[in-house]
T-cell receptor, first 113, second 114 residues
Framework: DTGVSQNPRHKITKRGQNVTFRCDPISEHNRLYWYRQTLGQGPEFLTYFQNEAQLEKSRLLSDRFSAERPKGSFSTLEIQRTEQGDSAMYLC???????????FGQGTRLTVV | KQEVTQIPAALSVPEGENLVLNCSFTDSAIYNLQWFRQDPGKGLTSLLLIQSSQREQTSGRLNASLDKSSGRSTLYIAASQPGDSATYLCAHRLGDTGFQKLVFGTGTRLLVSP
């Protein structure tokens, strides 16, 4: 296992289109997190899964955003009707427990034009 | 409001210098604190994790300390190298034994010149 994997690495989309990102966590990790990072800022928490259950969502996650982790393994983050303000780096992380070291993927850079 | 502040925002040093990056947080009830490195356009690489019961952690040329009472953590980099150039982020973990999210600072951009 080589760590947390995110696909695609880069995505350019037109405003109004839907996009979906995928995250494959480290295999034995049951916690999975999504964060969003804009230029010059630290990552901000979006949502969190324990196994397949989505247990927490930030107010940053508008109703255009949806995340799933159907079998407690990989996760997808979908953004509907994208807006220019959605342009950011979307980071996925996983950990074995909630209080242990979190490992991040390389991120998906979204550009909405 | 949970806040994490990192000072300085940017730092430029010649190769070989020892340096200290600072991280302060407003909530002393942290569970642990983690330091990350981020290269431009990349994800985060975990450097060190300090539990709230610990005072410091070391990995190679890196040493991180934690003082919960004053709400501060420092990352010490010894004998800096050009390959250390990156943005360094600290993040603390709040919460009880249930859900715990990471709250990040805005980072310190480090440039080490050869």
């Amino acid at each position: 296992d080589t760590g947390v994997s995110q696909n695609p690495r880069h995505k350019i989309t037109k405003r109004g289109q839907n996009v979906t990102f995928r995250c494959d966590p480290i295999s034995e990790h049951n916690r999975l997190y999504w964060y969003r990072q804009t230029l010059g800022q630290g990552p901000e928490f979006l949502t969190y899964f324990q196994n397949e259950a989505q247990l927490e969502k930030s107010r940053l996650l508008s109703d255009r955003f949806s995340a799933e982790r159907p079998k407690g393994s990989f996760s997808t983050l979908e953004i509907q009707r994208t807006e220019q303000g959605d342009s950011a780096m979307y980071l996925c992380a996983s950990s074995f427990q909630g209080n242990t070291e979190a490992f991040f993927g390389q991120g998906t850079r979204l550009t909405v034009v | 409001k949970q806040e994490v502040t990192q000072i300085p925002a940017a730092l430029s040093v010649p190769e070989g210098e020892n340096l200290v990056l600072n991280c302060s947080f407003t909530d002393s009830a942290i569970y642990n604190l983690q330091w990350f490195r981020q290269d431009p356009g990349k994800g985060l690489t975990s450097l060190l994790l300090i539990q709230s019961s610990q005072r410091e952690q070391t990995s190679g040329r890196l040493n991180a300390s934690l003082d919960k009472s004053s709400g501060r953590s420092t990352l010490y980099i010894a004998a800096s190298q050009p390959g250390d150039s990156a943005t360094y982020l600290c993040a603390h973990r709040l919460g009880d034994t249930g859900f715990q999210k990471l709250v990040f600072g805005t980072g310190t951009r480090l440039l080490v010149s050869p």
